[in-house]
């Protein structure tokens, strides 16, 4: 499936507060382009803490919290379940349509 080009959407209870334009994909994991919307900058101290978080203390890293308040969605909806980065402008994740195991 070819998902250059595409731009999905990061969002709070509905409200859209990030895109991701999709650049790169690579098996699994998708990357592009990320654009902050207003109501992303409470969630940023999230982010900027996975990468240490993953490499040093993964049982305390936040994905259940990201995952819990935050939806990504694509053309087609939102995802069932996903795994998202984001550094600067830039994001890459992983997603199901079906709960990751």
């Known amino acids: 499936m070819n998902n250059l080009g595409e731009v999905w959407t990061l969002r709070d209870f509905g409200r859209t507060i990030g895109s991701i334009t999709i650049d790169d994909a690579d098996f699994l994991w998708l990357e592009g382009t990320f654009e902050p919307r207003p109501g992303f900058e409470r969630f940023r101290p999230l982010f900027d803490r996975s990468p240490e978080l993953v490499t040093d203390h993964p049982d305390e890293w936040e994905v259940v919290q990201i995952q819990a308040q935050l939806e ?13 980065h984001i550094e600067n402008d830039r994001a890459w994740f992983r997603w199901s349509d079906t709960p990751f195991d």
């Open 72 to 84: 990504l969605h694509s053309k087609n909806g939102p995802t069932a379940e996903h795994l998202l």
